[in-house]
């Protein structure tokens, strides 16, 4: 379906991709990864041709479809969720514009034998028949079962665009691109605001796709369940598996397993070949053989064990003062958003040392719980906050509050303290910003990259 060969891409003088080569074919289920930073989003960008290459080149089927899922948004706010999720279907809007246009002309004429009302029955024909084709008379259907099985409710298709959360409105994204039958799906963190459910139904809906997929996430288990090959772009350079990912982990570590006792052994015999030229070149008679060893040992191509990235981040939230036993305590706790209920009676007790998941589906008020433990909202009820607590708060979309103008260095330094601004370097290698990174901004970054950021500056 397309062919990627040699491909070769800088960023401000630094060297992201050297000559990849790889081939995508239909069927393929691809797991991209990699450390944030290495090049994934990058490569999507490349190959949905949103952004240029240095050199190397591409090769694409003819006909070929490409869809992809970016991790920004770029609609227009204002339309409704089924409004919205229609502008998918741009072919069959302009067929149904097309067909009233007939429709509307036929029902306002009289001259019924002319030729000229004949070639608009035929012209009729034609695009009910194209719009049979394009799937006219089901996609309504189609979108809607989509978005259900995204985690809308049928209650939520009226909904405007703006009334939704940053999380709903990439799922209607999504939605869009699902609806487009490409031939190749290109999904940038695809599940970053789905929950358990909607996630079952995606990897469903991806395992029954014809074409091909790429995908790049850091959800474990979906792609395990979705992929059936995995690429790795690690320095600079990519390795090709044709295994989903928990597999090409047990693969790889046997590769290079190998690679090294393979490299043990050719230390071994390259150095025995170096004693007997040693050995050899003491004698006059035995030179001509030295020589012979000395051409042998040139020819010898040496083996080179595989550079993975082991690089972590370290990090230890440090408090600076030792808060009571106590963290949170909450009676009869409730938030309504006009006539919605969302969280009603909620009692909670949270104690020093406490590791608490709020899970539950999208909608039901995790995250609405979260602000009213951080008095971002208003509620009813009341809530006690512990002795000497301090509170850090970390939201979904904590790292669009970066200016974008500022350098990572920067950043660092404004968020510091008194205490901790000495350290502010050694902090930022802790969350895996080198020298060579701290003088980027933020805007550059990649999104795994703002999000550890923003993980650093709280």
């Known amino acids: 379906m397309l062919n990627v060969y040699n491909l070769c891409v800088s960023f401000s003088g630094e060297e992201l991709f050297s000559n990849i080569s790889f081939r995508l074919n239909s069927g393929d289920r691809v797991g991209l990864i990699g450390k944030n930073g290495a090049g994934k989003s990058t490569l999507l960008k490349i190959i949905s041709k949103q952004i240029p290459f240095e050199s190397g080149s591409m090769a694409f089927d003819k006909t070929i479809s490409i869809g992809y899922l970016k991790q920004d948004l770029d609609f227009e706010l204002g339309k409704t969720v089924i409004e919205e999720a229609y502008t ?103 599940t970053n605001h789905l929950d358990i459910e909607s996630i079952i139904w995606l990897e469903q809906f991806l395992k ?23 690429i790795e772009i690690s320095l600079g350079k990519i390795y090709d598996y044709k295994k989903n990912y928990s597999e090409f982990l ?55 064990v595989d550079v993975v990235d082991k690089s972590v981040m370290k990090v230890k939230f440090q408090i600076s003062k030792q808060p009571g036993k106590i963290i949170f305590e909450a009676e009869n706790l409730s938030k309504n958003y006009d006539d919605k209920k969302v969280l009603s009676g909620i009692d909670l007790l949270i104690e020093r040392s406490s590791k608490i998941a709020f899970v539950g589906q999208n909608g039901q008020g995790k995250s609405t719980l979260a602000k009213i433990l951080v008095e971002e909202i208003d509620f009813k009820g009341h809530l006690k906050l512990g002795h000497n607590v301090e509170i850090g708060y ?65």
């Open 88 to 190: 998918a279907f741009t072919e069959i809007k302009k067929l149904e514009k097309k067909l009233d246009e007939i429709n509307a002309e036929l029902l306002a004429r009289t001259d019924y034998e002319s030729d000229y009302y004949h070639q608009l029955i035929h012209d009729l024909t034609e695009n009910q028949h194209q719009y049979e084709m394009v799937g006219g008379y089901n996609y309504q259907g189609e979108a809607e079962k989509i978005l259900i099985g995204l985690g809308f409710k049928p209650v939520d298709f009226n909904k405007t665009t703006d009334t939704l959360s940053g999380g709903w409105r990439m799922r209607i994204e999504l939605a869009k691109l699902l609806m487009q039958k490409h031939d190749v799906l290109l999904l940038d963190e695809p």
């Open 208 to 230: 029954n796709f014809a074409g091909a997929i790429m995908i790049v996430s850091h959800d474990r288990m979906f792609l395990d369940n979705v992929t059936n090959r995995t």
């Open 250 to 304: 047990i693969l790889r570590a046997d590769l290079i397993n190998h690679q090294l006792l393979a490299q043990k052994n050719q230390a071994k015999s390259i150095e025995q070949t170096e004693k007997l030229i040693n050995k050899f070149r003491a004698k006059a008679s035995k030179a001509s053989m030295a020589q012979s060893l000395i051409k042998k040992l040139d020819k010898i191509e040496r083996i080179e």
């Open 394 to 458: 970390f939201a979904q979309n904590q790292s669009e509050y970066l200016d974008p103008e500022r350098t990572v260095l920067q950043i660092a330094e404004d968020a510091a303290n008194d205490t901790n601004r000495a350290n502010v370097r050694d902090l930022l290698g802790a969350f895996l910003f080198g020298q060579e990174a701290i003088d980027k901004k933020a805007k550059v970054l990649s999104g795994g990259e703002r999000n550890r950021l923003a993980l650093c500056k709280l």
